[in-house]
């Protein structure tokens, strides 16, 4: 397994990020999360992302539990703030009363006295970034938190924000968006200014929601039991791109990733990792055997001409508006 620095932080991640949104606590019972969160261990993962509100803050006791044992020492250990984790008012947003509270929920949870990076899982337009950041800061000198990062934040949130923390002597390391060949809205805005500050790209959803698997074919239903007929779940955010026009363009680039040897999945994730602000793609797996192929995209060092052909195949139903991260925002909160 590759590992990356993360930022200005010295601290190395592994290149493969092992995610639990969408599965631990919810669609996978705990037994098959832990083993498939063992297998990650055993590929050499080190990096574990979750959230206090996935799966109504069960994603987190579940990864706590299957890292159990583990040399806390050897894990890189993430997790996010923002969204509603309970029916109060309060429990919800970047306020310092939400971010203290949170922090303690997350750290029982996960079983652990410190989480590695703590990331504001949105950005909070209803409190000031100022009330935000001292909150966090505060984390950091108390030792609950090692290092700090955004998630879906703009190019300018980003800026304000390592001004702020800069200020505060607190290392902001890390930005957490979507970005996959289908989506690449960081690319314009986002990414120039982290490389400027000295701040690393850790992105989600790198398959485009399973899509870039290549599994969902023009003119056919979803195979039973796929994230597309979740209705729980992956469905309202594969829907997007379950069209017509992006899934000819997707088995067109999988026929090309088949002349080159490799799987749909693979291709698409090593396309990821070429982005050198990218130091961690997080990936989620439902089975153990599923880890264990994903992690071989490390090793595939894309031929720039294949590269070249991918993109433009994919161009036309890839969307690159640096303005979505904005668009996508909630403006209040509940």
Excluded at 28 to 51: Q, R
Excluded at 147 to 174: C, N
Excluded at 188 to 202: A, F, K, M, R
Aim: overall charge negative; glycine content about 8%; charged content about 25%.
């Amino acid at each position: 397994m590759e590992h990356r620095f993360l930022g200005n932080s010295g601290m190395r991640v592994s290149a493969i990020s092992y995610g639990n949104w969408l599965t631990h606590g919810s669609q996978v019972e705990d037994d098959a999360a832990i083993e498939a969160v063992h297998a990650a261990l055993d590929a050499g993962i080190t990096t574990f992302d979750t959230a206090d509100v996935y799966a109504g803050t069960k994603a987190e006791t579940v990864l706590g539990e299957a890292l159990r044992g583990v040399q806390r020492e050897s894990i890189e250990l993430f997790t996010k703030v923002f969204w509603p984790t309970g029916p109060g008012l309060n429990q919800q947003g970047l306020s310092r009363k939400h971010i203290m509270e949170s922090i303690d929920g997350s750290l029982k949870r996960l079983g652990t006295d410190h989480i590695d990076l703590y990331q504001a899982h949105r950005y909070d337009h209803c409190t000031p970034l100022e009330v935000t950041m001292s909150a966090f800061a505060d984390l950091v000198h108390q030792g609950k938190v090692a290092y700090l990062g955004v998630s879906e934040w703009t190019a300018e949130q980003i800026r304000d924000a390592k001004v702020l923390a800069d200020d505060l002597k607190v290392p902001l390391v890390s930005s957490q968006p979507q970005y996959s060949l289908l989506w690449r809205v960081i690319e314009e805005e986002v990414v120039p200014t982290c490389e400027e500050l000295g701040i690393s790209q850790i992105v989600w959803s790198p398959l485009a929601q399973g899509v870039l698997t290549g599994k969902y074919q023009p003119g056919e239903e979803p195979p039973d039991g796929s994230r597309a007929t979740d209705e729980a779940g992956g469905k309202n955010m594969i829907s997007r791109w379950m069209n017509d026009d992006v899934l000819t363009a997707v088995q067109q680039v999988s026929a090309l990733a088949d002349e080159a040897g490799l799987t749909m999945a693979n291709m698409a994730l090593a396309w990821v990792l070429r982005n050198p602000n990218v130091a961690s793609a997080i990936v989620g797996a439902s089975r153990a055997d599923q880890v264990t192929r994903i992690v071989e995209a490390v090793d595939i060092t894309l031929d720039d001409d294949l590269v070249a052909q991918v993109e433009a195949i994919l161009e036309p139903v890839s969307i690159s508006d640096a303005k979505r991260t904005l668009k996508d925002q909630p403006k209040q909160r509940l």
